[in-house]
Nanobody, 114 residues
Framework: QVQLVESGGGSVQAGGSLRLSCAAS????????MAWYRQRPVNLRELVAG??????NYTDSVKGRFTISRDNAKNTVYLQMNSLKPEDTAVYYC?????????WGQGTQVTVSS
C-alpha cells in the first residue's frame, strides 16, 4: 500500500511560481512512474508531467515553465511551476505506478489570478 501526501498548492498571481511536493509512504517504494496530473473545472484529468528512469515528459502547454523532479531518498516528487497562467488553475494530483498498481494523492488546489 502506498499513501501519497501532496502539499504546496495555493493562490498566486499570474507570472508567479509555486512548488508542489508529493511524499510517498510505503514499506517498499520502487515506482516505475511518478507524475503530476491536473483537473480543471469541467475538464478531464490530464497529464501535466511525468518522470521515469528514462527521463521526463511534459504536456505542451507547460513545457519551459514547469519542471518535474524526484528525490529518491525522500520518496518525494516535485513540480516546480514558474510563469503561472490563469489557465493553470486546477486541482493537481500526484500519481504513482508501482508493480502495475496505480496510486493517487488527494489533490491540491492551485489558483492563478490575472
Amino acid at each position: 500500500q502506498v499513501q501519497l501526501v501532496e502539499s504546496g498548492g495555493g493562490s498566486v498571481q499570474a507570472g508567479g511560481s509555486l512548488r508542489l511536493s508529493c511524499a510517498a509512504s510505503a514499506s517498499i517504494f520502487n515506482p516505475s512512474v511518478m507524475a503530476w496530473y491536473r483537473q480543471r473545472p469541467v475538464n478531464l484529468r490530464e497529464l501535466v508531467a511525468g518522470i521515469t528512469s528514462g527521463g521526463t515528459n511534459y504536456t505542451d502547454s507547460v513545457k519551459g515553465r514547469f519542471t518535474i523532479s524526484r528525490d529518491n531518498a525522500k520518496n518525494t516528487v516535485y513540480l516546480q511551476m514558474n510563469s503561472l497562467k490563469p489557465e493553470d488553475t486546477a486541482v493537481y494530483y500526484c500519481h504513482v505506478v508501482m508493480y502495475r498498481l496505480t496510486y493517487w494523492g488527494q489533490g491540491t488546489q492551485v489558483t492563478v489570478s490575472s
